[in-house]
């Protein structure tokens, strides 16, 4: 079993940067794929970024690509979401998950573990 702990979320101005991280625990973090995903209020918690057990292959949604970045130090157990250039479209619930896998996995009910979120607030 993973319990997960994001953190890093905060209030932002547009245009800023944040770092996003999601500890693990258990001893098997290496083997579970990993996502973040972000609800804003009144929508349906959408995907966000995924990554593969190794960090080698990733995966984003369309509205952050080039601007978010998903990572992991299985050392730590901990991964990351990077949030550059932030929007006030961003602001949401940002929320890590894992699962068993050697690939990555962009739909939220593919995911068997989540933590309990991260509020990020964007203002223009």
């Known amino acids: 079993q993973v319990q997960l702990v994001e953190s890093g979320g905060a209030l932002v101005q547009a245009g800023t940067s944040l770092r996003l991280s999601c500890a693990a625990s258990?001893?098997?973090?290496?083997?579970?794929?990993m996502g973040w995903f972000r609800q804003a209020p009144g929508e349906e918690r959408e995907f966000v970024a995924a990554?593969?057990?190794?960090?080698?292959?990733?995966f984003y949604a369309d509205s952050v690509k080039g601007r978010f970045i998903i990572s992991r130090d299985n050392a730590k157990k901990t991964v990351y979401l990077h949030l550059n250039s932030l929007k006030p479209e961003d602001t949401a619930v940002y929320y890590c998950?894992?699962?068993?896998?050697?690939?990555?996995?962009?739909?939220?009910?593919?995911?068997?573990?989540w933590g309990q979120g991260t509020q990020v607030t964007v203002s223009s």
């Open positions: 998950a894992a699962r068993g896998g050697t690939g990555y996995y962009i739909n939220r009910h593919e995911y068997e573990y």
């Open positions: 258990g001893r098997t973090f290496r083997n579970y794929a």
């Open positions: 990554i593969n057990w190794s960090g080698g292959l990733t």
